[in-house]
């Protein structure tokens, strides 16, 4: 059974660098995309962007000129950089495969000064 | 982008209620929408894909119809772990784009 662990920093400041991984367990990696989606606090779901195994991006327009999400297929993990934050990228911040059929856990993402 | 609307944005139901949520996409998906259920605290939980195919392990009270432009989800018979938020989500085209949610309650 596939199942994704997520982690990174949850406090920063603003101006800093959001930094975030997941870990795919128990199923192919080189078979899927990869997608992150956030979460504020009382609000609904937004796609921030995905990578394929061979590290094609997409991204939302939205957050675009701040996102990065690498890939590295020899770990089965895949990451998320998002920069300059502000108080409004305070977030739940979820990893997800492809087919958005299987998620991680979710980390908590506050940044204030 | 294309714009997701769902209403009800909340409902107010029972158990053993029958409940149908929609979701209206801003231009034609096909069938390319997803529903998901999430629960306080937790991760979302795909429900069902392709607009109307149930994903494996969830009870088959819950389906899905509609294609183009409306969606809608109905849960047969409403049941204590149903209480929850419900999205659609609409990956026909980037940037992918969820609606704004229905809370059952």
């Known amino acids: 059974q596939v199942q994704l662990q997520q982690w990174g920093a949850g406090l920063l400041k603003p101006s800093e660098t959001l930094s975030l991984s997941c870990a795919v367990y128990g199923g192919s990696f080189s078979g899927h995309s990869w997608k992150w989606i956030r979460q504020p606090p009382g609000k609904g779901l937004e796609w921030i962007g995905e990578?394929?195994?061979?590290?094609?991006?997409n991204y939302n327009p939205s957050l675009k000129s701040r996102v990065t999400i690498s890939v590295a297929t020899s770990k089965s993990q895949f990451s998320l950089k998002l920069t300059s934050v502000t108080a409004a990228d305070t977030a739940v911040y979820y990893c997800?495969?492809?087919?958005?059929?299987?998620w991680g856990q979710g980390t908590t993402v506050t940044v204030s000064s | 982008d294309i714009q997701m609307t769902q209403s009800p944005s909340s409902l107010s139901a029972s158990v053993g209620d029958r409940v149908t949520i929609t979701c209206r996409a801003s231009q034609g998906i096909r069938g390319d929408l997803g529903w998901y259920q999430q629960k306080p605290g937790k991760s979302p939980k795909r429900l069902l894909y392709g607009a109307s195919s149930l994903q494996s392990g969830v009870p088959s009270r819950f389906s899905g119809s509609g294609s183009g432009t409306e969606f809608t989800l109905t849960i047969s018979s409403l049941q204590p772990e149903d209480f929850a938020t419900y999205y659609c989500l609409q990956h026909n085209s980037y940037p992918l784009t969820f609606g704004g949610g229905t809370k059952v309650e």
């Open positions: 990578i394929n195994h061979s590290g094609s991006t």
């Open positions: 997800a495969r492809g087919a958005m059929d299987v």
